[in-house]
């Protein structure tokens, strides 16, 4: 079971990134997946999330009319779009499948 992100980089307040999420080693479309972030000194946390089917998700208030959680389960793919993005936006993000993470990619906000 793998996880792979890809997608983070440096990018000004209010520009935009889409990360990805490669799934290998399980069926993907039988999971719910997860995007989590850990910015310095702080505890990871639930950015989002989206059911097996990518027909409902749920986002941390932080990010809520901000980011964007889909998945494609032809090419065991789960992204995460955000705009707006702001400084307090910096972290590793993380996708997670129960037990499993991914290696993490960095997003920084800054000017």
């Known amino acids: 079971v793998q996880l792979v992100e890809s997608g983070g980089g440096l990018v000004q307040p209010g520009g935009s990134l889409r990360l990805s999420c490669a799934g290998s080693?399980?069926?993907?479309?039988?999971?719910?997946m997860r995007w989590y972030r850990q910015a310095p000194g702080k505890e990871r946390e639930l950015v989002a999330m989206i059911s097996s089917t990518g027909g409902s998700a749920n986002y941390a208030d932080s990010v809520k009319g901000r980011f964007t959680i889909s998945r494609d389960n032809v090419n065991n793919t789960v992204y995460l779009q955000m705009i707006s993005l702001k400084p307090e936006d910096t972290a590793v993000y993380y996708c997670n499948k129960g037990l499993t993470w991914g290696q993490g990619t960095q997003v920084t906000v800054s000017s």
């Open positions: 080693g399980f069926t993907f479309s039988n999971y719910v």
